[in-house]
């Protein structure tokens, strides 16, 4: 099985991240998948961007959970990273998936820190919408949340996401029914990768943005490597 390289946020190294623009981008260069974050506007439309606060990418301030989809649309959502990206604005989920639905994996992270109503139900409704079951992985650091999205749709495919090393990680990720297991890289070691894949789990990292890391991972064998930089991934993984 070939390691695939996913955009993280898209593709966050060169494009503001999580937004049209670096989406495309990562469907042009040629990236297996991406990665990126939702959460719930105040009207309850399923949105496209990591923070909770609008404060760091968005010309505006505040929660998300607190504006309607028109009153963030009136803000831009990429002249934080460059003038020349003024134009973007926060994207939906389902723009999002018009534009990476072709990909062969699409990893939705619930980012519900913060109480989000039904969040689970819309984003599972949006990926049936697109007839996108096959493709995604929904992931979340609230394991509470993985634990409804597999009630809700037990075939869904779920990534249990740690923050930093724990004991026993796979057997904890098989005994609540999920499917992968999504670490921060420096917590990947050859045993958890092993461990991970006789339980029959994924073993996916995040976020590798240095070369010697993403070789290191691909001679681990681990199943997805979440990179900011889709080229320098790409070119390392082809050469092998
Ligand atoms: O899903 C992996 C990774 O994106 C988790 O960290 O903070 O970049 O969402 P963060
Ligand atoms: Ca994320």
Not at 70 to 81: C, N, P, Q, V, W
Not at 129 to 145: A, D, K, M, P, T
């Amino acid at each position: 099985m070939r390691t695939k390289i996913i955009g993280h946020r898209g593709g966050a190294a060169g494009y503001p991240e999580n937004t049209l623009a670096a989406f495309k981008k990562a469907v042009d260069f040629g990236a297996d998948g991406v990665e990126f974050d939702v959460q719930l506007t105040r009207d309850g439309e399923v949105v496209v961007i990591h923070d909770e606060l609008i404060d760091r990418t968005m010309t505006g301030s505040g929660l998300v959970k607190d504006y309607t989809l028109a009153e963030l649309r009136e803000m831009s959502a990429g002249e934080f990273f460059s003038p020349e990206f003024k134009a973007e604005k926060i994207p939906t989920l389902a723009e999002v998936l018009k534009v990476v639905k072709g990909l062969e994996v699409i990893n939705i992270e619930l980012k519900n820190y913060l109480p989000y109503p039904r969040l689970e139900e819309k984003v599972l409704k949006l990926v049936d919408q697109f007839g996108l079951r096959e493709q995604v992985i929904i992931s979340s650091f609230n394991h509470y949340s993985l634990q409804k999205i597999k009630r809700l749709q037990p075939e869904m495919k779920t990534g249990c996401l740690l923050m930093s090393k724990m004991i026993n990680a796979a057997d904890y990720a098989f005994k609540r029914g999920f499917n992968a297991l999504h670490l921060h890289f420096l917590t990947a070691d050859q045993e958890v990768v092993e461990k991970a894949h006789f339980m029959g789990l994924q073993l996916n990292v995040y976020t590798v943005n240095f070369p010697d890391a993403v070789a290191g991972l691909l001679e681990k064998k681990v199943d997805m490597i979440m990179t900011d930089d889709i080229e320098m991934a790409l070119e390392i993984r082809d050469k092998i």
